[in-house]
């Protein structure tokens, strides 16, 4: 029988046999759930079309950029109120077709459409109201 090294007391020798097993079992684990990699996989796809859509809003189609510059431009940005909201994807930009109700100076309630192009992250661009 081979006499054990009296230098290494028993209490460091348990401490290193369960610093090994530890090691052993993250090296394990890691390797059962397939590496680092394994959180990339779970994130999901977000597609364009998906990103576009969320622009705007699912209670009345706004488009919060559009419909401040459209307040802007108004006499009376209080008496806003959007009628209809539609867009196209245009690649680059996109194009918002707003049509809406808004005081003029004398208070009567009017139609208008407006025209504008948002970029892909939802900030104006450009745009144009006309009188319906």
């Not at 460091?12 to 890691?30: M, Y």
């Not at 009017?110 to 900030?123: E, F, P, T, V």
Request: proline share 2%.
């Amino acid at each position: 029988m081979a006499a054990q090294n009296p230098k290494i007391s028993k209490s460091k020798r348990t401490f290193f046999w369960i610093s090994l097993s530890i090691l052993v079992l993250v090296i394990v684990i890691s390797i059962a759930s397939g590496g680092s990699d394994n959180s990339k996989s779970d994130k999901p796809v977000v597609t364009r079309k998906e990103r576009v859509d969320a622009l705007f809003s699912d209670w009345d189609g706004d488009q919060d950029a559009v419909k401040d510059w459209i307040k802007s431009q108004l006499n009376d940005p209080d008496s806003y109120k959007n009628i209809a909201t539609k867009f196209k994807d245009e690649g680059d930009s996109i194009l918002v077709r707003t049509e809406f109700t808004a005081k003029n100076g004398f208070g009567g309630r009017l139609r208008y459409l407006c025209y504008a192009y948002i970029d892909s992250a939802g900030h104006f661009m450009h745009g144009n109201i006309v009188q319906k």
